[in-house]
């Protein structure tokens, strides 16, 4: 089994071993990133590790590691990993106080820092020929989902909402705005344009996301704009996709049980797809 890094060492999973009174095992207090590798080369490296940084500084913890630090774990381990596909999962949290107690400890303890990676599957055969489905269920999540924090109670549920209706995701929806997937970001094309939700502290900022719609602005294949999508606009939408790190860009042709669009993978999605997945064997880090 591949050894993960934790806190300094390398160790096997089960050797690596958190106090009780780790706080991110108490109160969730701690941040966490997902980072892909196709054959063995990483993806939005630079833009992970901003973001990494981004969502420790907003919960006051200080970055633990430098960029090379992070970069020569991140390398070690998907080069140990069997699998040519990886996902890298880094999780840092406040660390390990005497107490409980809300407040963060003063003074502040180390952080603790695991990173780990797991083998990624492409998208299956039935997927790419049909299409995933999806439901959509209240937004529940706090007001701070810019932050990547490691409490997912809300996504977890929504998810698992999606699973027990024989979906891949679940759309999130707030105040009459559908906003993103439980864990991933939103795209549906209307009107022959494509929309996703505008960056904010409702919708976790993306880096696939990012990357695509970079990617479309450069190419032009398609006008894309950045707006709140209104549920039930939600349902005149020709395509509906969700990206994310591990699922690149997943197709829906299904949402709550009625089709969208032709009820089929549409030519925008198979477009985009191919100049993605073409992006992916250019734009990698070493
Ligand atoms: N989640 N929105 C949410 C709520 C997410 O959890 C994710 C990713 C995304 C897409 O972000 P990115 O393109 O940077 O992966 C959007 C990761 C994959 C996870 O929790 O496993």
Same mark, same amino acid.
């Given at each position: 089994m591949t050894q993960v890094y934790f806190n300094g060492h390398w160790v096997a999973p089960e050797q690596a071993q958190i106090s009780v009174f780790d706080r991110g095992f108490l109160f969730g207090d701690g941040v966490y990133e997902v980072i892909p590798a196709f054959a063995g080369r990483l993806f939005g490296l630079d833009e992970h590790l901003d973001r990494l940084g981004r969502s420790l500084d907003q919960i006051d913890i200080a970055d633990p590691l430098t960029r090379d630090e992070w970069f020569a774990i991140i390398k070690r381990l998907i080069s140990e990993c069997a699998s040519p596909d990886v996902s890298v999962y880094i999780q840092v949290t406040r660390g390990t106080a005497a107490k409980r107690d809300h407040a963060y400890p003063n003074p502040a303890v180390a952080p603790t820092v695991l990173v780990s990676g797991s083998p990624m599957a492409a998208l299956s055969e039935a997927i790419r020929r049909d299409g995933a489905q999806a439901i959509t269920v209240p937004d529940i999540r706090w007001s701070r989902c810019d932050i990547k924090s490691i409490n997912l109670l809300?996504?977890?549920? #929504?998810?698992?909402?999606?699973?027990? #209706?024989?979906?891949s995701e679940a759309i999130l929806v707030r105040d009459g705005l559908a906003l993103e997937g439980a864990a991933s970001n939103l795209f549906a094309v209307i009107d022959d344009e494509l929309l996703t939700a505008p960056i904010g502290p409702h919708i976790l900022g993306g880096i696939t996301r990012q990357k695509l719609l970079d990617m479309i602005r450069g190419q032009g294949q398609i006008p894309v704009l950045e707006v709140p999508i209104p549920f039930d606009r939600l349902f005149d939408a020709t395509e509906v996709f969700v990206t994310s790190s591990t699922r690149d860009l997943l197709p829906i042709t299904r949402i709550n049980d009625h089709p969208v669009g032709a009820g089929r993978i549409g030519p925008v999605w198979t477009a985009l797809n191919q100049a993605f997945q073409q992006l992916k064997t250019v734009q990698v880090s070493p």
């Open positions: 809300p996504n977890i549920m #929504a998810r698992q909402q999606a699973v027990a #209706a024989g979906a």
